[in-house]
């Protein structure tokens, strides 16, 4: 699938588009994935022997609407349906009476004027900065021919992440690296960060948010390797939960395609150079 090709929603669906989102975070069977994830924090490590005792099988998950009460597809909260104005404008209208009702359940008193306004800054806030990358089209994303047949590694780090935990809808910040080798492309440093912003601003976890990013540049420019390093904060277990030391909780995952997946040596040079 061409990654410009996205279609518009509809209440059948999301044409020319899957609906759980481009790629939904699945990693791939292919063969040159290798996944990886580390999480640093003050817990301490734990090695689980199971023995001979058998795990509990998980639990069957209840089967929930498909459809909106609209009558509107739903789809993952990391996916992506790109729509019109007026569309956006019904979802925040929508959400601020939702919100709405959220303050009289949380028996907040909208006379209150620090709450007045409230549920309609949160619905332009959900709809049009943090899930807006769920509802916009792709950046326009400007590839160039690699003339000088360039074969080492082309590395941008420091991009800015920005997203929210979907189990919890708190804070994710950090920073992200992306190292390629160009196939018959390269692409405009800026878009490494449109991409990025373009994918976290929607409802993630961060291993899928790597797993994404990846696919989205292996189809993209055909390159020889990735490599997707994300380092982050996750405001769910420092806000609340287990209420972790904010400068100590800190979560590490990588996804690699092609070359760099199996070659140790050019994956230590990519860690080195982004350390």
């Given at each position: 699938m061409n990654p410009e090709e996205f279609g518009s929603s509809n209440k059948n669906g999301v044409n020319g588009f899957p609906v759980n989102g481009y790629g939904n975070g699945v990693i791939s069977s292919s063969p040159n994935v290798t996944p990886i994830a580390i999480i640093s924090t003050v817990a301490e490590e734990v090695d689980l022997d199971t023995g001979d005792i058998p795990l509990p099988a998980l639990p069957e998950m209840e089967k929930l609407p498909r459809f909106s009460s609209l009558g509107y597809r739903l789809f993952d909260a990391n996916g992506n349906a790109v729509l019109t104005n007026d569309e956006r404008e019904e979802m925040k209208r929508l959400a601020e009476e939702k919100m709405g009702e959220l303050f009289d359940v949380l028996r907040i008193d909208r006379n209150d004027?620090?709450?007045r306004e409230t549920p309609n800054r949160l619905a332009k806030m959900w709809v049009d900065e943090i899930f807006?990358?769920?509802?916009?089209?792709p950046p326009k994303c400007t590839v160039f021919p690699n003339r000088k047949d360039v074969k080492e590694l082309v590395i941008s780090k420091g991009i800015g992440?920005?997203?929210v935990c979907s189990h919890h809808w708190q804070t994710i910040s950090g920073t992200c690296a992306i190292g390629y080798i160009p196939g018959d492309s390269v692409i405009g440093?800026?878009?490494?960060t449109r991409i990025v912003d373009w994918f976290g601003r929607r409802g993630q976890i961060q291993e899928e948010l790597g797993e994404q990013i990846a696919d989205y540049l292996t189809d993209l420019l055909k390159p020889k390797a990735v490599i997707v390093v994300i380092k982050s904060r996750?405001?769910?277990m420092i806000a609340r939960g287990v209420n972790s030391e904010e400068d100590k909780a800190l979560m590490i995952t990588t996804a690699?395609?092609?070359s760099i997946a199996e070659n140790e040596a050019m994956r230590?040079?990519?860690l080195t150079l982004i350390a």
């Open positions: 004027p620090n709450s807006r990358g769920r509802y916009e089209a992440v920005m997203s440093l800026s878009k490494l996750h405001y769910c690699a395609r092609g230590g040079e990519f």
